[in-house]
């Protein structure tokens, strides 16, 4: 079924590991995000893509490293894991401008560093 | 920066009943979109519904409605004949054009459904 992935859906990790999470979109959308939701906070973000090659920081953005060498794939590396990336991270796209006409959610990484 | 704010960390609601969550927005925009989310305990975010600044009549999709108070800055979302399956993390949205269309979310408020 089309749609937007996101794998692993849990993951435990050791300080100082690096981790990755995938997000892979089967609409060809051209904008892409990631956001970490935490208590209290609602949703940060931290990386976001308009399209193949084009990527910005966002909100939150250190100790994060994207990439998106094509349109339909937009990983999430933890570069050195640490307590504070405990969360969990939602990719979303949107075909348009996402201003326009909201988001498309992956169902969630819930990520715990130990 | 735009910001969006939420009071109302919790609600409830009794079933078949309305309730109102609130939202407050601050932007220097004219044209700007709106947006309310629900986020159920499967942890799915699940966009429900889109309000356009630059419409005056306030957005509706089903039991889902919308109080838009462009001057005051306020986006409310009343749902009515509320349902168990209401029950939710509710996040409140702000997106425009100018920054990439990256949209600013509010910290949510729970609804809780009492049957």
């Known amino acids: 079924d089309a749609g937007i992935t996101q794998s692993p859906r849990y993951k435990i990790t050791e300080t100082g590991r690096q981790v990755t999470l995938m997000c892979h979109q089967t609409?060809?959308?051209?904008?892409m995000f990631w956001y970490r939701q935490d208590l209290g906070h609602g949703l940060r973000l931290i990386y976001y893509?308009?399209?193949?090659?084009?990527?910005d920081k966002g909100e939150v953005p250190d100790g994060y490293v994207v990439s998106r060498s094509k349109t339909e794939n937009f990983p999430l590396t933890l570069e050195s894991a640490t307590r504070s990336q405990t969360s969990v991270y939602f990719c979303a796209s949107s075909a348009v401008s996402g201003a326009n006409y909201g988001y498309t959610f992956g169902s969630g990484t819930r990520l715990t560093v130990v | 920066a735009q910001t969006v704010t939420q009071s109302q960390p919790e609600m409830s609601v009794q079933e078949a009943e309305t309730v109102t969550l609130s939202c407050t927005y601050d932007t220097s925009e004219s044209d700007y979109y709106l947006f309310w989310y629900k986020q159920p305990p499967s942890r799915q975010m699940i966009l429900v519904i889109r309000?356009?600044?630059?419409?005056?009549q306030n957005a509706t999709e089903n039991r889902f409605s919308v109080n838009f108070q462009k001057a005051a800055k306020s986006f409310s979302l009343k749902i009515s004949d509320s349902q168990l399956g209401d029950a939710a993390m509710y996040f409140c949205?702000?997106?425009?054009?100018?920054?990439?269309?990256?949209?600013?979310f509010g910290d949510g408020t729970t609804l809780t459904v009492k049957p």
């Open positions: 893509s308009a399209a193949a090659d084009i990527t």
């Open positions: 309000q356009e600044a630059y419409k005056q």
């Open positions: 949205a702000y997106g425009d054009n100018t920054n990439a269309g990256k949209s600013t």
């Open positions: 609409w060809s959308h051209s904008y």
